[in-house]
């Protein structure tokens, strides 16, 4: 074990900064991430979702903060058994993949509420600022561009033992 990572200390100790530079991330990120699923919210439901109230929100949660620095550095790891250009499409689709994601689920979220509401006046369902579950939604987004990461990682390895001599 110890000769292992001593051949690797340099990608484990690559990986620990990548995840404090994530959770740093995560905390700089996550207001402009609220914004998006707001934004979303308003966009596919027009006037008939209104936010009210303060929006007072001081610190990240634990949960958004944590999830951002371990998909970082888990993402760190599949990328670094590629080639560069592989990696930057990975990267763009990734991006692409979470950011879709995060409106298409905010998007159907947000019909759910407007359905579900029984005491709208005229069909206008008023949320506080805090109400939506931001971190949920986070949290699948980003789960749904790792499993593409993975995927493409897994169809890109090889099996071990075999080999292409015919029978």
């Known amino acids: 074990m110890w000769t292992s990572i001593k051949n690797n200390y ?3 100790l690559t990986t620990v900064v990548i995840l404090f530079v994530g959770i740093v991330l995560a905390i700089l990120f996550e207001n402009y991430y609220r914004q ?5 919210f308003k966009f596919f439901n027009g006037d ?3 936010f009210v109230g303060k929006n007072f929100h001081l610190f990240a949660s634990y949960f958004f ?3 951002f620095g371990i998909f970082i550095s888990l993402s760190f790891i599949l990328f670094n058994f590629s080639t560069k250009s592989k990696r ?3 990267a763009c689709f990734t991006i692409i993949i979470f950011f879709c994601s995060t409106i298409f689920i905010s998007a159907l979220d947000c019909y759910g509420l407007i359905i579900e509401c029984t005491a709208c006046d005229d069909g206008i369902r008023k949320l506080s600022f805090n109400q939506p579950s ?3 939604y986070f949290v699948i987004s980003l789960t749904i561009s790792f499993a593409y990461l993975l995927t493409t990682f897994l169809l890109e390895c ?3 033992g075999r080999t292409n001599k015919s029978i």
């Open 36 to 40: 998006l699923v707001r934004f979303s």
């Open 158 to 160: 090889k099996p071990l």
């Open 65 to 67: 903060v944590t999830a």
């Open 134 to 136: 931001y971190d949920n």
């Open 10 to 12: 340099k990608i484990i």
């Open 48 to 50: 008939k979702i209104q």
């Open 88 to 90: 930057i499409k990975r």
